[in-house]
């Protein structure tokens, strides 16, 4: 795996080790707080940006009369998660599209694809001559364009897939 992007943002691919350099969050991560200012990043329960204290903290919403400071340049914390009508992180988006667009292959596994912008990552791999493998039980709009395609849930097809890198690796 050379690099991962997510819609989630539940906050579980940190969790599970992935290296946060190689992991682009287009929704965001409901526990990270963003600065509006310098668009650094922060754990919120490090600098004590909790929701139980201060409400969900989305840039539409009036801060908080007691909201923590963003600790690198004093500007305002918001939560890091998109809701609908916010842009996308745009260096998070710019890195996806750069990488997809230079891909080998893209595994793109349990999403319609139907949310714009983050399902043109699909666009640039097949742009960029890589090859897509889609694991989604419904359809999309590019079940025709993929090199590979399966209908199956991701945790029985990722299962099969593990299994035979397992015994290749053994064999």
């Known amino acids: 795996l050379d690099?991962?992007?997510s819609q989630n943002v539940d906050n579980l691919h940190r969790k599970?080790?992935?290296d946060p350099?190689?992991?682009a969050e287009l929704h965001g991560n409901s526990e990270l707080a963003?600065?509006?200012?310098c668009d650094s990043l922060?754990?919120?329960a490090l600098i004590g940006f909790h929701a139980s204290v201060f409400g969900s903290?989305?840039?539409t919403q009036q801060p908080h009369p007691q909201q923590p400071p963003c600790p690198e340049c004093a500007g305002r914390l918001v939560s890091s998660v998109v809701n609908f009508g916010d842009d996308l992180p745009a260096a998070e988006l710019r890195e996806s599209r750069a990488r997809a667009a230079a891909c080998q292959v893209l595994l793109v596994i349990g999403t319609s694809l139907l949310v714009t912008p983050a399902c043109y990552v699909v666009d640039d791999a097949l742009g960029g001559g890589g090859r897509v493998i889609?694991?989604?039980r419904g359809?999309?709009?590019?079940?025709k364009s993929v090199q590979l395609r399966f209908r199956e849930g991701a945790g029985e097809v990722l299962s099969a897939v593990l299994e035979q890198v397992d015994q290749r690796l053994a064999g």
Do not use: A, K, Q
Not at 139 to 143: H, I, K, S
């Open 3 to 5: 690099y991962l992007i």
């Open 42 to 44: 922060f754990e919120r």
């Open 16 to 18: 599970s080790g992935v």
């Open 21 to 23: 350099t190689r992991l």
């Open 34 to 37: 963003r600065c509006l200012g």
């Open 139 to 143: 359809d999309t709009p590019y079940d």
């Open 57 to 59: 903290c989305y840039r």
């Open 134 to 136: 889609l694991i989604n």
